[in-house]
């Protein structure tokens, strides 16, 4: 089929260099001259693994190319929707000044019977009124929505193997024919067996933050505990063990630490709650608000524990930050912890050293007056306490001994629960953790 992918971030990018692995022949459309020469010169924009690979197989192959005229997407048959809906300056709800210059953009190049397929995080009925605007240009263009759930650090893989596809429909003879088309881009995943679910836009809007909100929700709830554990004297990772072994509650997304960061949990859930409130129903989502508090008040708490350690005031002090990206296998830094933790020490007195196997130059944009170094021993070197704040393989496996040779303190703050207690104290160390008291 031809595609058109319109927005070239991290889902359009991704997406647009999947479905060309898929077999089909795709124009992948951005407003941002750079970010098109690199996706054209077989350069991913960001950090994640697997993608210069399928992005470079694509590209060889003939199938796809990029541009910034949207006039590129005239012959298409379908156009997904990529575009980003940050959180409004200011403000929880989403901003949707990107999806709408996209579809006014693409209007006037919709062919006959060409279908528009949604995959941007929307608030729910955002569907329902670009299916209006999109029958009026062009009355025999569709709309689907089919929503993302790709995680940074195993996009390729969570785009050509999904968990489940998720279709939102329109209604009436459209239904079956989008339907159709949708099949037909993913016919490859669906003979894998992939799930498909099939609703209304109202549904598939839903399923997606309802997805985000749960994970977040999970992810919250544990850290609940941890601070439960932090007064009563037990050991989270314990706790998270025990209940997920009940298959009902499953042990994935039970970390207990710094908690959520990222362009999607936390703005998600914050929109999701905006949108409610628009709609007279904030009551439901309250939760949320908790949910959102207690991931707050995770950062807070690293940054008190280590004040505590460093004898109740990190003025001076030296301070080693292991870890800017959100998380593990990305150079994401949106929303970090880490990077919210170093800036909060180094605004406390510390001088903070960060390190990241990729997103420092990322970071350094972001919070320009911290400390960057590249290689581990650097950031360490005679550093009072070192905190691991991003759980990268490299950090999980690091050698107490070899680093005890490099600080001047041996104090080792686990922000991700994801070293080994007994390990680290042997070799002479203070450890400490969220969720567990100091003798755990
Ligand atoms: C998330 C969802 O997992 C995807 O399904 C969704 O498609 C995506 O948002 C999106 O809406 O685009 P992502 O933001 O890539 O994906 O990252 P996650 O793996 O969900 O992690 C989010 C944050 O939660 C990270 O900061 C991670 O460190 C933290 N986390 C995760 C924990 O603190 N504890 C855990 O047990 C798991």
């Not at 697997?50 to 197989?57: K, M, Q, R, T, Y």
């Not at 689907?144 to 009436?172: C, I, M, Q, S």
């Not at 989270?236 to 959520?260: C, E, M, P, Y």
């Not at 807070?300 to 280590?306: A, G, I, K, Q």
Request: some cysteine; aromatic content about 6%; overall charge negative.
């Amino acid at each position: 089929m031809r595609l058109s992918v319109i927005g070239c971030g991290y889902l359009g990018a991704v997406h647009a260099a999947s479905m060309a692995k898929l077999g089909h022949e795709v124009v992948g459309i951005d407003i941002d001259q750079n970010r098109i020469d690199t996706l054209s010169a077989g350069q991913a924009p960001f950090y994640e693994p697997g993608l210069p690979e399928v992005l470079n197989e694509a590209l060889a192959s003939g199938r796809l190319r990029f541009s910034t005229d949207m006039a590129s997407a005239r012959d298409a048959d379908v156009h997904f929707l990529c575009v980003g809906t940050p959180q409004k300056a200011g403000e929880y709800a989403a901003d949707l000044t990107y999806v709408d210059s996209a579809i006014d953009a693409l209007i006037p190049y919709l062919g006959e019977g060409a279908l528009v397929v949604g995959k941007s995080t929307v608030p729910v009925g955002t569907a329902a009124r670009l299916d209006i605007a999109i029958r009026e240009a062009q009355p025999s263009a569709m709309l689907a929505w089919n929503p993302e759930f790709l995680r940074e650090g195993f996009a390729v893989k969570d785009t050509l193997h999904p968990d489940r596809l998720v279709y939102g429909l329109p209604v009436g003879y459209a239904h079956t024919i989008a339907k159709a088309m949708l099949d037909e881009v993913y016919a490859a995943t669906i003979k894998d067996g992939t799930p498909v679910v099939q609703t209304d836009f109202v549904t598939a809007e839903l399923v997606k933050v309802a997805a985000n909100s749960f994970l977040a929700t999970k992810i919250s709830f544990i850290n609940a505990m941890a601070e439960l554990c932090e007064i009563t004297g037990g050991d989270v990772t314990q706790l998270a063990d025990a209940i997920g072994h009940d298959k009902r509650i499953g042990r994935r997304f039970l970390n207990a630490g710094v908690g959520f960061g990222g362009g999607c949990l936390p703005k998600d859930i914050r929109a999701f709650m905006a949108r409610a409130a628009e709609l007279g129903a904030s009551e439901p989502l309250s939760f949320l608000r908790e949910v959102d508090a207690i991931n707050e008040r995770r950062r807070h708490r690293m940054v008190e524990l280590t004040i505590e350690e460093c004898g109740g005031s990190i003025r001076g002090k030296r301070i080693a930050v292991l870890g800017a990206a959100f998380k593990p296998d990305s150079d994401d830094v949106r929303n970090s912890p880490a990077l919210d933790i170093a800036a909060a020490l180094q605004a406390g007195g510390a001088t903070v050293i960060v390190t990241d196997p990729q997103a420092l130059d990322n970071a350094a944009r972001v919070q320009p007056t911290l400390t960057y170094a590249k290689p581990i021993y650097e950031a360490v070197l005679n550093a009072d306490a070192v905190l691991l704040l991003t759980e990268w393989s490299e950090y999980r496996e690091l050698d107490p001994d070899s680093l005890a040779q490099l600080v001047r303190n041996r104090c080792i703050l686990d922000g991700r629960n994801v070293l080994d207690p007994a390990v680290w104290r042997a070799a002479g160390w203070s450890y400490r953790a969220l969720g567990r008291a100091s003798a755990n």
